[in-house]
């Protein structure tokens, strides 16, 4: 990943393809492959592979430690309303959880209703990274993510490049509670958090200066940190790359896009 947080989606079916899940436990590896095969076509394993590289189904073995650093990770996800949600999630959705020590950051594989993350990094960060993962799967199982097909482009385009800034603005809101709580350091872990901080502390400012209440100074925070996550999801020139994206090569826009355009030629 180029940056910030990425998610996989299916290439070749009406269903999507997500990522991230926690289980002490080997990763799917081959068996995914093969499963998204069968169900999804060999267009959803080139989607799998692209976004995250083959450690997105080559799985490793659950680390030393994992099920340590698992509960560090259940521990900050007690600190905002976002780990809450995201826990809810998890739990609800029977969704399976695999730790892992290598490869992709994270993932929702919806196929398989697994979540695969990296525990490698600090926990702060590995619960940002699962905040927002949970958020694509609250979508996904509550069909509100639906399959390319069933959307007109630019509506289809535009409902997942939203539900991307949607994922990363919870997951940076609930690293917000970690500094705030000292918990995390004020870092630019995940990728973007810097500026993101900066935007929400500008906008709560401008909106306490105003006179206004604090909960109205938070809601205006976080509307203008969103909007800085839909500038660092967009090209800042041509010759450049985004801030975050789901690769190192596309903007989200541009790989939903032409994901959009291949699976309209399957039949």
Known sequence: MSGGFETAREAGNEEP??????????????????????????????????????????????P???DVKWEKVKADLSFSKYGWEAMGILADKKITLQLRDSGAVAG???????CFINVT???????????????????FHAG????AKTMTEN???????????????????????????????E???????GKFRGAYTYGYKLAIDAGKDPITAREEGIARGRRMVDWMLKRPSKRTAPDLGPNKFDTYEEYYRREWQQTSKTP
């Open 121 to 139: 990094m600090p926990s702060y960060e590995v619960a940002a990274y699962f905040v927002h993962e949970m958020y694509h799967a609250s979508q």
């Open 144 to 147: 509100r993510s639906p399959g």
């Open 64 to 66: 030393p430690g994992a």
């Open 155 to 185: 509506d289809w385009v535009t409902m997942m490049v939203d539900e991307e800034i949607d994922g990363t603005v919870k997951g940076f809101m609930h690293k917000l509670a970690l500094e705030r709580f000292g918990r995390a350091p």
């Open 108 to 114: 929702f594989v919806p196929q398989t209703n697994t």
């Open 187 to 193: 870092d630019d872990r995940p990728a973007g958090m």
């Open 17 to 62: 393809v997500r990522a991230e899940q926690l289980v002490a436990e080997a990763a799917p590896g081959v068996e995914l492959v093969r499963s998204l095969s069968r169900s999804a076509g060999n267009r959803a394993v080139s989607a799998l592979l692209q976004r995250h590289g083959a450690g997105a189904a080559v799985a490793g073995t659950a």
